[in-house]
């Protein structure tokens, strides 16, 4: 069989054009395009079909030379564009982020092609920011394509492909391709279910999509050509039609959705045959001219709509300025990078491409590293940097050094009990505080949101402090089948509860009489009944808040005999209004921002926030009654006064929420003075 020569097919194009559009509608707004997010899953299909046209149009006897060859095309096609848009975005993003590691770090891994990695572990970060709000949160498709490259080119060499292949390889190749398809397909259904994030950003779960694409594309050149023909005008068009309808309507991430565009998209691939209405539509000069700036306009449409929502904020007035630029930018991309650098390489060896690919994407690499280090406070905008973070102290994340949720194998006791330490400022307070020798906070989130009175207990008292926390595993631990959603699914939450429960016992033998074990969890978003609440979900939090106050009752009889005092923080008012991964990191007024959107204001009823929280509160006041070293601390009042109707997610001078349930350290710092005078009682 002699090598297959790829044929420009301008309908494909077309469809890169609808994936696109439906994709930056979607991400301009939800409520014009509610899954217009499945623009990536075309885009997916269509990369397998054209990926495979490639590999099979370039036959090569040797290994290095096939290999080299793809790569060298992949690295002349992607990479040039990929690094100017890192670099500009990076530098744009210190502009108005005053904390912009999130987003460098992403970028510093989109370079390599593992932003999808990043992103992941960032989705299990309470204090992570709102994807929204990083400007490199579009890569995760470019590092799951790029995943599939590293695997891809090897196995259409193992099977001969690579190398005059004959009908009984393209045979044995598509055979493995659709098992391979089919099992990532399964593994796809599964994680929608148990573990969305990891479904939504690894390879695997997004094999079956690149890999139909590749079976399309044996289809069209190898399959039953009479069948295929038979196609008449009104199925392309009825095609795009139903692949037009499920796009408005649609807006939960879910395997049938997604499986249901992967088929009309391959239908319309197969079909889309010349004197046909899908043909005419899709190959329509401007309409193609768009697919061929796909991959431009998708890199840059992110980025500006990102600082839009860091500056003047998407509205109805600045949607249209929006658009304009995403294809100016596209269009500037494509134009005088993508072509230029394709026609620059054209004749250059692969090998070659590969050296300055390499070293480009480490020089790009190198300049936002040291962005994420110390630049980007020279390009800051803001004057009065009025930003208050959660999970911070002394301006270092104890997510990164105390958080032992997804980082429990590097956990060392000895030396993260000295890292997570901080002493008393001996300037401050009384000899009388030493009556409580050293505080140690243990629990989920919750502990870690406490990180502002930390920080005042210490500048303005006499305490000796210790976090060590795991993010989503309340101390003590509950078993995972009584969690809620997403934790009673999630990988890691087996090694969770076993690292809480590890802490917690070490904690207890190394504390001393009269120390403090402060424990923060999530006790309102996890036991409060919410009228909402489905009957299954309110008999899981009933089940499980038994459990836990058990499991609570002999860690405190343990703590007693020791003569340790625990603390429990009662829930804060929490706000079930936030939108999915909201956060308060751009709501803060300045020059760039003159106004802060609407939902940046939260608020919930008190009385009905009490009420929901009254068999959390019963619970532990029949505890308390029976532990005497037992205590109860309730900070409500404080962020929540008596005199109020309404809770809300700010003071005065400013928000004191992270999101929609966590304080920031403004809103915890108010605590700070009621507690040092609940401790003082304590000590009595």
Same mark, same amino acid.
């Given at each position: 069989m002699q090598a297959i020569k790829a044929v420009y097919r301008p309908e494909i194009d077309g469809l890169r054009a609808l994936a696109v559009v439906a994709v930056v509608l979607n991400h301009l707004d939800k409520k014009i395009l509610p899954s217009g997010y499945l623009g990536v899953d075309i885009f997916f299909v269509i990369s397998g079909y054209v990926i495979t046209s490639s590999l099979l149009a370039r036959q090569s006897e040797s290994l290095g030379e096939f290999i080299g060859s793809f790569y060298g095309r992949r690295f002349r096609r992607l990479l040039p564009a990929l690094i100017v848009y890192c670099i500009i975005a990076a530098l744009l993003i210190c502009l108005v982020? =005053?904390?912009?590691?999130? =987003?460098? /770090?992403?970028?510093?891994?989109?370079?390599?092609?593992?932003?999808?990695?990043?992103?992941?572990?960032?989705?299990?970060?309470?204090?992570?920011?709102?994807?929204?709000?990083?400007?490199?949160?579009?890569?995760?498709?470019?590092?799951?394509?790029?995943?599939?490259?590293? $695997?891809?080119?090897?196995?259409?060499? $193992?099977?001969?492909?690579?190398?005059?292949?004959?009908?009984?390889?393209? +045979? /044995?190749?598509?055979?493995?391709?659709?098992?391979?398809m089919i099992a990532s397909w399964l593994t796809f259904r599964w994680l929608s279910a148990a573990n969305p994030s990891a479904a939504f950003f690894l390879m695997p779960s997004r094999f079956w999509e690149l890999s139909a694409g590749s079976l399309l594309f044996f289809l069209w050149h190898f399959g039953p050509q009479k069948c295929l023909n038979r196609c008449n005008y009104p199925m392309p068009i009825l095609a795009l039609l139903l692949l037009s309808l499920r796009v408005p309507y649609e807006s939960s991430y879910n395997y049938k959705l997604t499986t249901v565009v992967v088929f009309l998209t391959g239908f319309l691939i197969l079909n889309l045959r010349q004197r046909t209405g899908g043909f005419a539509l899709l190959s329509y000069t401007p309409i193609v001219f768009i697919g061929l700036m796909s991959y431009s306009i998708y890199l840059w449409h992110w980025g500006i709509i990102c600082l839009v929502r860091w500056t003047i904020g998407i509205q109805a007035w600045s949607i249209p300025f929006v658009l304009i630029l995403t294809l100016l930018a596209g269009f500037a991309s494509y134009q005088w990078i993508e072509k230029r650098s394709t026609k620059i390489l054209l004749l250059t060896r692969p090998s070659r491409i590969l050296k300055i690919g390499f070293m480009s994407s480490l020089f790009a690499f190198g300049f936002i590293f040291s962005l994420s280090q110390w630049l980007h406070t020279k390009f800051f905008m803001s004057i009065n940097n009025t930003l208050d973070h959660s999970e911070e102290i002394d301006g270092v994340s104890l997510f990164d050094k105390c958080d032992y949720f997804r980082n429990y194998r590097t956990f060392n006791y000895a030396r993260d009990l000295a890292a997570c330490t901080y002493p008393a400022n001996r300037k401050s307070g009384t000899q009388s505080n030493l009556k409580i020798p050293h505080i140690y906070y243990l629990g989920n989130s919750h502990a870690a949101h406490l990180s502002g009175m930390i920080s005042s207990l210490r500048d303005e008292s006499y305490y000796s402090q210790t976090i060590l926390y795991t993010g989503a595993i309340k101390s003590p631990p509950i078993p995972k089948s009584l969690m809620l959603p997403p934790w009673d699914s999630d990988p890691w939450t087996e090694s969770g509860i076993a690292t809480q429960t590890k802490i917690s016992r070490l904690i207890l033998n190394t504390a001393k009489p009269g120390d403090v074990i402060v424990l923060g969890n999530d006790l309102g978003t996890t036991f409060a009944m919410i009228s909402t609440d489905s009957s299954e979900i309110k008999n899981r939090k009933i089940l499980a808040l038994k459990t836990w106050i058990h499991e609570l009752s002999v860690y405190a009889a343990e703590a007693d005999l020791r003569r340790v005092q625990v603390v429990v923080?009662?829930?804060?008012?929490?706000?079930?209004?936030?939108?999915?991964?909201?956060?308060?990191?751009?709501?803060?007024?300045?020059?760039?921002?003159?106004?802060?959107?609407?939902?940046?204001?939260?608020?919930?009823? /008190?009385?009905?926030? +009490?009420?929901?929280?009254?068999? $959390?509160? =019963? =619970?532990?006041?029949?505890?308390?009654?029976?532990?005497?070293?037992?205590?109860?601390?309730?900070?409500?009042?404080?962020?929540?006064?008596?005199?109020?109707?309404?809770?809300?997610?700010?003071?005065?001078?400013?928000?004191?929420?992270?999101?929609?349930?966590?304080?920031?350290n403004r809103g915890s710092g108010l605590l700070s003075k009621s507690f040092q005078d609940f401790l003082v009682k304590l000590k009595k």
């Open positions: 982020d =005053s904390d912009p590691g999130p =987003s460098l /770090r992403t970028g510093m891994a989109a370079l390599f092609g593992f932003s999808n990695f990043h992103l992941l572990s960032l989705s299990t970060n309470y204090f992570s920011p709102d994807s929204d709000l990083n400007i490199f949160t579009q890569t995760w498709s470019l590092g799951v394509e790029e995943q599939f490259y590293f $695997i891809f080119p090897f196995l259409f060499w $193992i099977l001969g492909l690579a190398r005059r292949p004959s009908r009984q390889t393209v +045979i /044995r190749f598509a055979g493995l391709l659709a098992v391979l923080m009662m829930p804060v008012p929490f706000f079930q209004v936030a939108k999915p991964d909201f956060t308060t990191k751009n709501c803060q007024k300045t020059w760039y921002r003159p106004s802060i959107a609407s939902d940046c204001y939260l608020s919930a009823q /008190r009385a009905n926030t +009490i009420q929901s929280f009254s068999g $959390i509160k =019963s =619970s532990l006041n029949a505890l308390e009654a029976r532990h005497a070293n037992l205590h109860l601390f309730s900070g409500f009042d404080v962020l929540c006064p008596a005199d109020r109707l309404v809770c809300i997610n700010r003071v005065k001078d400013g928000f004191t929420y992270w999101d929609g349930g966590h304080l920031n």
